[in-house]
């Protein structure tokens, strides 16, 4: 088999199974693993795939919005884990605004047990999943529909985020790099998460450990700009030193500082 037939191949079974695993293909295809590593290297950096410890996920490209639907189901246990530290964030009766990134999402919906929010969000999806919430005030912006991601996105989502202040905001990223900061793959996204950072007291940032290190089309801030970093995993010594430098609160699962 050539191997353009073999990434190929890889990548229907990424588009079917939303992950893979190296040593499985190796086994399958009768190559080596670092053979099936080239191969998930390149499906990357077309913005196919993302690698992860011992294979890769669909998706979370830094180059392309995938919908809400494979977005959902990706790297599902990171997005929880992180939402689990995220509860502890939130108080009862903050005002919030949330993003319309499948990790806040799943962060959003941690938050149910508690009292008297206000929400603010551009993202559907999210609005429906909060809807039957008693003494909460939820509110969606206005704007165009973004059907890929469930989203309203442009000129008057704008002018509604810029009426309010709020305690803290809940958003994500496509990449997080020292050099160029906080960047996401699309214009729209990139800057209604600037309105909403706008509008905060408090900065947070939701971004699972593939994220680290990778660089989108546009940047949305600074890292001077964000006061909290949540992930699943503990970042390397340099990225922590590097937060701590510019005074951003780092929080991860207690076990991966062992």
């Known amino acids: 088999m050539l191997a353009i037939e073999r990434k190929n191949e890889i990548l229907n079974k990424l588009r079917a199974e939303q992950r893979v695993l190296v040593s499985e293909l190796a086994v399958f295809y009768n190559v080596t693993e670092e053979t099936i590593r080239r191969d998930l290297d390149k499906l990357e950096k077309e913005g196919y795939a993302t690698k992860t410890y011992g294979g890769a996920i669909l998706g979370n490209s830094t180059k392309t919005d995938l919908s809400y639907t494979i977005r959902n189901k990706t790297n599902v246990e990171a997005k929880n884990a992180i939402a689990d530290l995220v509860e502890g964030l939130i108080e009862d009766g903050d005002h919030l605004m949330v993003d319309d990134s499948s990790t806040s999402l799943f962060a959003a919906k941690k938050l149910k047990d508690k009292k008297n929010l206000t929400v603010i969000t551009n993202s559907v999806e999210l609005v429906v999943e909060l809807s039957g919430i008693e003494n909460w005030n939820i509110m969606l912006t206005g704007g165009r529909l973004k059907a890929d991601s469930l989203s309203l996105v442009g000129e008057q989502t704008q002018k509604m985020l810029h009426n309010f202040h709020v305690d803290k905001v809940l958003f994500s990223c496509k990449g997080m790099n020292t050099d160029a900061g906080i960047t996401d793959s699309s214009e729209f996204h990139a800057k209604t998460k600037q309105s909403m950072m706008q509008a905060a007291k408090k ?3 939701v971004l699972d450990d ?19 970093v949540v992930t699943n995993e503990k970042p390397s010594a340099a990225w922590l030193k590097l937060l701590d430098d510019h005074g951003i609160e780092c929080i991860y699962p207690a076990e991966s500082a062992l």
């Open 203 to 205: 900065r947070i940032l």
């Open 210 to 228: 593939t994220k680290f290190d990778k660089i989108s089309f546009v940047n949305i801030a600074t890292l001077d700009q964000i006061d909290i």
